[in-house]
């Protein structure tokens, strides 16, 4: 089960956090619901990864919810790309539910050395 030294528990439901992700732990129609909130890039990923990996084979049934989820980038892909592996290897049905592409930007971007393109 989760780490409980890292949990704060309320009413039926739990919360593992560090840094700008965290994760709410509820029940629904007798599926485990794990909520990803915040930010999941490198430092999101990390801090949560122990909770998700735990929470996906802690219950036969699990969906991982990404509607309070703000941002999110390779680093957070490859984990639920993990936590949906582990999943199906543990025999747990596992949803992800509320994954949405954002709006396309207009206007100048900023590549890997900073200096701005398009404008």
Do not use: H
């Not at 219950?59 to 639920?80: M, N």
């Not at 199906?88 to 539910?97: L, S």
Request: glycine share 10%.
């Amino acid at each position: 089960m989760l780490d409980e030294t890292r949990l704060e528990t309320r009413a039926g439901e739990a919360t593992a956090w560090k840094s700008a992700a965290w994760m709410e732990v509820t029940e629904e129609r007798g599926a485990l619901v794990l909520d990803v909130c915040g930010v999941l890039d490198s430092a999101g990923s990390s801090a949560i990864a122990p909770y998700l990996m735990a929470g996906v084979v802690s219950a036969p049934s699990v969906t991982i919810d990404l509607r309070k989820l703000a941002f999110c980038d390779a680093f957070g892909l490859a984990l639920l790309d993990r936590a949906v592996e582990r999943a199906q290897a543990a025999g747990t049905r596992i949803r992800v539910t509320n994954l949405e592409l954002p709006e396309r930007r207009s206007g100048p971007e900023v590549g890997a050395t900073g200096a701005q393109r398009g404008a």
